[in-house]
């Protein structure tokens, strides 16, 4: 199904396949107690840190959208599942992680209650058929490059590229401390490949820096930041830390 050039608030995106229409239910940020556990070992299964993931078992993530990271969070609800490289910036401590998790939560619950599938590599797989490694992943940079260095020791030829695929498949990759990186030619074309690889597929990719946007050139490089502006938008979450005891649990 090709859609046409959509604008969402001040975004524009280009005319995408988004393969069969999807349901895009409001899924209530709360889960029933009988199935908080499972959803818990899931999200670890993923990578996602149970102190990101038990708020949304307790509806704290019932955001208020009239707060900054509500409204933040509601744009990159709208951009999702359109192959999208959504960028968060912003110091240390307002909220970056758990915003870009909620988006991973979000996946995971609607995929468990068969309201969604997923689409990766040409094929849509419906909720109750949904592969192991196409659901939403958290990792953070280094730990791409600790498992693409450890590939290179390993017996088998093709190992580098297995665990390149593993960063590929995912429906939503989410890419911590993106910053945290030596600026290495080997760094540099290890992110750049996995971002293009999954612009490729049209599949959404998230990344998290603790940077200042006009930092952003110098420090990701001008490929990545090319694809985020042909298919996504950056983020500044510039509002008090969240760990400096400013009242940012206003809910709904």
């Known amino acids: 199904m090709e859609t046409e050039p959509t604008k969402i608030g001040d975004i524009k995106l280009p005319p995408i396949f988004d393969g069969p229409p999807k349901p895009r239910p409001s899924t209530p940020r709360i889960l029933p107690p009988e199935q908080q556990e499972l959803f818990l070992r899931q999200c670890g299964r993923r990578g996602i840190d149970p102190r990101h993931a ?8 019932a955001l208020n959208l009239a707060t900054p990271w509500g409204a933040v969070d509601q744009k990159l609800s709208a951009l999702s599942g359109r192959g999208c490289l959504m960028i968060l910036v912003g110091p240390k401590g307002t909220g970056k992680t758990q915003i870009a998790v ?14 969604a599938g997923q689409w990766t590599e040409g094929r849509y797989h419906p909720a109750h058929d949904v592969p192991e ?18 590939s290179f020791q390993e017996d ?20 911590d401390e993106a910053q945290e990186r030596g600026n290495t030619d080997f760094e540099d074309r290890t992110l750049t490949r996995i971002v293009d690889d999954r612009y490729a597929q049209m599949l959404d990719t ?3 820096a603790n940077l200042r946007r006009e930092d952003l050139v110098k420090n990701l490089g001008t490929s990545i930041i090319s694809r985020m502006h042909e298919c996504g938008e950056v983020f500044e979450c510039d509002w008090p830390s969240f760990r400096e005891g400013a009242n940012v649990r206003e809910v709904a």
């Open 54 to 61: 038990t708020p949304w078992t307790t509806g704290l993530m």
């Open 156 to 175: 088998q030829s093709d190992s580098e590229k297995r665990i390149m695929a593993s960063y590929r498949r995912p429906s939503l990759l989410i890419v």
């Open 206 to 208: 998230l990344l998290i």
């Open 102 to 115: 909620n988006q991973a939560c979000d996946i995971i619950a609607q995929v468990r209650r068969g309201v």
């Open 133 to 150: 490694d196409t659901w939403p992943r958290y990792t953070k940079a280094c730990a791409i490059f600790e498992d693409v260095r450890a």
